[in-house]
């Protein structure tokens, strides 16, 4: 049984996180979406947020879990008895830092290996931060989260700016 956990902020999912999901999906037995609680990154979705728009844009997926985590991500991975963390490579910017994170974590954790998918082209200049900019000033961000997620970005920045 070949368990991965696909970590990462999430604030919010987009089509590219819910691409490196699908395309994992069919490569694995189990696959658990690790939605890190960290505030300190002071994220615009609280955790449940987060967890609650991944559930919904993963409900089709019957392989797919979501899990909120915090701390060590290798304890993460071991707690769920998962082998395997999944990555998404978008450019060469991602590289150095996704480097450093794999070979930090084998070398705390041996027996947790990193692997990485290259994003689909579409979605390769897609990331939570420029959506969040987009929808900051109102701009159409349809094409770049599912419907679900898009109204509690508009929701969201409506009420950002009531206080
Ligand atoms: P983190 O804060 O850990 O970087 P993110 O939520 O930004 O978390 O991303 C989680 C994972 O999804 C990372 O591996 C990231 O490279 C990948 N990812 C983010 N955006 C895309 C995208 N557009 N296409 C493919 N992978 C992506």
Redesign the pocket.
Known sequence: MLRAI??????PV????L??MKRTSKIVDELVVGV?NNNA?MPLFSVEERVKMLKEVAKDFTNVVIVPFDGLLVDFAKKMEAGLI?????AIT?FEY?LQMSQTNHKLEPDVETMF?T??IE??????TTVKEIAAFGGEISQFVPEAVAGMLVEKMKAKRRV
């Open positions: 696909y970590p990462g902020s999430f604030d987009t089509y590219g996180h691409d490196i890190l990154k999944i990555r998404g490579l978008r991602d996704e998918l994003t689909s979605y390769s200049y897609l990331s939570s």
